[in-house]
């Protein structure tokens, strides 16, 4: 019943001064902690450091000044690649968003109807391993901890930039674990490690505050798609389950109705790029340093898009039943069909192809083969030959021109 009261409020508050949204953001981060069952000593003093962050963030209006709290920090703030004073308190403490540091999975065979079928997941592959990270549990965790195929990874997820971001862990040979500061850049959240303390933007994986500034963690191409698309083309990975330590209800996120078109970002200070609604999806791909940025709109009459970023051949697959993360309630459950999108480069073995829908299905031109949408061939000459998944990410509008500001706009004029 807490989660419902939660989207409740944050209905009530969209729109409101930034200082009011980081206390409704404190006020979630308490039912999540009254929801984990610690005992009454440890929920105070949650609440008490909830508080202290809370009114350290009174003062985000004064961009000249730090406005986060600083108490308890061994990172070294001599040591930055940003202003501090782009930094503000969300209005949680560290960790009080809790990642998941003991992640358990399960077979897609066991997983059965944990989900709904449509709703949204992360698809990730390293090393021949293949694992789903719902977007319903990252919404409340925000950050896994995992390991996958041998490499130590951070599965990331910020609901107010919507940005779905994996990276391998690891800097200078040294595997690292992450967790939340509390805090937030252009509405993106600041990302800690418990190793050397060092603050990190989620959006890009730069490390900008601390020993480690200037460094940047390898993103590992990954995908946002449906939970049925996962289980169909890999019957034999896996997904994370929802039993992570904490009593909780994944299935009442608490952003209810963030993402309505027209709505305004939270705790965002800069300006928006005008070309596009601020909360507007797109699937910003980048190939050898440039960026471009496909609105979901895009895709309203095309469900696949050939294209070209410098000399690179691109796919793009569009998959239009995939559901919002952003569940809100009114007398019923609201789940709103926002899409999928994922980005491939557009060749096998050298060969270039050209990709078409016919019907539900998508094949290639050039040889008639039928292909998925996490780039495998399932029928045809090709069957069993895969393309290569784009470093990519399907972000709001407003983050990801914000932190990519040379990023190129493609418009339905643009393609062919």
């Known amino acids: 019943m807490g989660m419902r009261l939660c989207d409740i409020v944050w209905r009530a508050v969209r729109g409101a001064a930034a200082a009011t949204a980081a206390a409704w953001l404190c ?216 039993d992570a330590g904490m009593d909780m209800d994944y299935d009442s996120p608490i952003y209810g109705g963030y993402d309505q078109p027209g709505g305004k970002p939270q705790l965002f200070a800069g300006e928006i790029d005008g070309r596009l609604d601020a909360m507007e999806r797109v699937l910003g791909v980048t190939v050898c340093g440039a960026r471009v940025a496909y609105p979901f709109s895009l895709f309203a009459d095309r469900p696949v898009v050939n294209d070209e970023i410098g000399e690179q051949g691109v796919a793009l697959m569009f998959e239009r039943r995939t559901l919002s993360p952003f569940t809100y309630y009114g007398d019923e459950p609201v789940h709103r069909i926002v899409g999928s999108a994922t980005a491939f480069r557009s060749s096998v073995d050298g060969r270039a192809l050209t990709f078409a829908s016919e019907g539900r299905e998508i094949v290639d031109v050039e040889t008639g083969s039928t292909w998925n949408a996490l780039g495998e061939a399932v029928d045809g000459p090709l069957k069993g030959r895969r393309l290569t998944l784009l470093e990519q990410g399907s972000h709001f509008w407003f983050a990801w021109a914000a932190f990519h500001p040379d990023t190129l706009l493609r418009e339905a004029a643009d393609l062919h």
């Open 27 to 242: 006020s979630c981060a308490a039912q999540i902690a009254h929801v984990d069952g610690g005992d009454a000593e440890s929920q105070r003093a949650e609440r008490v450091e909830c508080q202290t962050s809370a009114s350290a963030s009174a003062d985000v209006g004064d961009y000249g000044a730090a406005s986060f709290n600083r108490a308890g920090w061994l990172t070294d703030f001599g040591k930055s690649s940003v202003r501090l004073s782009e930094i503000v308190s969300g209005g949680v403490g560290r960790d009080q968003i809790r990642p998941i540091d003991e992640p358990q999975s399960v077979p897609v065979s066991e997983a059965g109807r944990m989900f709904e079928s449509d709703e949204a997941v992360i698809a990730l592959e390293v090393g021949g391993e293949r694992r789903a990270y719902p977007l319903s549990i990252l919404i409340w965790r925000e950050i896994v901890n995992d390991e996958i195929g041998g490499t130590p990874v951070a599965v990331t997820y910020c609901p107010l930039c919507n940005s779905a971001v994996v990276f391998d862990a690891r800097v200078g040979g040294r595997a690292l674990d992450f967790g939340t500061t509390g805090n937030l850049r252009g509405s993106d959240m600041v990302m800690w490690d418990r190793q050397t303390e060092t603050w990190w933007q989620q959006i890009t994986g730069e490390a900008i505050v601390g020993e480690l500034t200037g460094s940047r963690l390898k993103t590992i191409p990954s995908a946002v798609v449906s939970w049925r698309q996962f289980r169909s083309a890999y019957p034999d990975g896996s997904a994370l389950s929802g």
